[in-house]
């Protein structure tokens, strides 16, 4: 870092956070960001850090792994942590956040950083200069083709985001407000559903009609911490029971007792007028999700603000591709020393964990 400049591909929360921490130490940072004239399949704006799936960043109590780490990301200063507090909003345990303010206070901070220059414009190559590539699983031509020769073919799996509604379109005398074991003010809005209900909506899940999802090597690969509510539904009529439908500790006030089945709703901006499905990204084409997701009682009338959406992830086979620094490992004695990978490409699942891997990589070029 003799120079003290650096260039970083990608504006995600990993690259947001990477430009963040070099610029923070007076390096010169050039940030590379193709959205909005160039589009993903999962991005709706061209604000940098946006979150595609869901609007949460995962527990918040110093007890859960989650937790601890956002907790030691707050005392290393992240940009992204930051913003989040500063843009949350109620989730009883969770840190979720209005994810427009959240990601639009991320560009401000970004954008009024002297020492931060953003192009907006897909990166034709990888300098010679240090640089960390943070350019997400959506990264797009020669940058996917460069990563792809340094680190060997990539893996992938499909994710998908979930429905938001508004919250005037949800019938409220046949909800209830309550948080899962009584952690929170009533934060999320629960939809009950008895057993007919829960067996017809499962039988019209199963049989919906899904979007054509191009399987790259012969297979589809999904992640099993989040997979498509429909796929889950194809692996036995109760597993969404056991999963994002299930009732424990959400005992209907009005009864006493806990529904057979019940859909979450979590607050998704500040104004509480729109509330995202919790668990429920999907894979089916439009106008089912409409029919389906309609057929939970409470969203007889329900009004979709977005829809869910599925893409392709790719990641590297982190353990024989990077070293210890986050650093491709091929090349031997001439590989680079100053080029860094960051973010989702590396084979973490999640936005806290992206986060810290644009940290850590910024870290790691500022002390080699």
Not at 309 to 323: C, G, I, K
């Amino acid at each position: 870092m003799a120079d003290l400049r650096a260039t970083v591909i990608g504006g995600g929360l990993a690259g947001s956070e990477a430009a963040f921490q070099l610029a923070s130490r007076g390096v010169k940072v050039t940030l590379y960001e193709m959205r909005p004239y160039t589009v993903t399949p999962a991005h709706f704006t061209g604000k940098l850090a946006e979150l595609v799936c869901s609007n949460s960043l995962g527990a918040d109590t110093i007890s859960s792994p989650a937790g601890i780490l956002k907790q030691e990301l707050r005392m290393l200063g992240s940009l992204v942590i930051e913003c989040a507090d500063r843009t949350k909003v109620p989730a009883g345990r969770a840190l979720a956040v209005d994810r427009d303010n959240f990601s639009g206070l991320v560009t401000e901070k970004i954008e009024l950083n002297a020492n931060i220059k953003i192009i907006r414009e897909e990166a034709a190559e990888i300098p010679a200069e240090a640089s960390i590539v943070a350019a997400g699983p959506l990264m797009s031509g020669k940058i996917a083709e460069a990563v792809d020769r340094m680190t060997g073919k990539p893996l992938y799996f499909f994710d998908a985001a979930a429905p938001i509604v508004t919250l005037e379109s949800v019938d409220m005398s046949r909800v209830y407000r309550a948080d899962r074991y009584g952690a929170g003010g009533g934060d999320y809005v629960n939809c009950p559903l008895d057993g007919k209900s829960y067996e017809a909506f499962h039988g019209a899940l199963v049989a919906a009609e899904r979007a054509v999802v191009h399987k790259f090597d012969g297979r589809a690969g999904y992640f099993e911490g989040c997979l498509p509510i429909e796929v889950m539904a194809e692996r036995g009529i109760d597993t969404m029971r056991f999963g994002p439908m299930r009732p424990v500790g959400l005992a209907d006030p009005a009864t006493g007792r806990e529904p057979y089945a019940v859909v979450q709703l979590r607050r998704d901006n500040a104004e509480g007028t729109l509330y995202n499905m919790v668990g429920f990204q999907t894979n089916l084409k439009w106008p089912e999700q409409d029919r389906v997701f309609r057929m939970i009682p409470a969203l007889e009338n329900a009004e979709f603000v977005r829809r869910g959406v599925m893409h392709r992830n790719s990641f590297v086979r982190a353990p024989e591709a990077l070293d210890g620094c986050l650093r491709p490992a091929a090349g031997g004695a001439a590989r680079r020393r100053d080029l860094f990978l960051a973010g989702q490409i590396t084979g973490v699942e999640g936005y806290v964990e992206s986060t810290a891997m644009g940290l850590a990589a910024a870290l790691y070029m500022y002390e080699d």
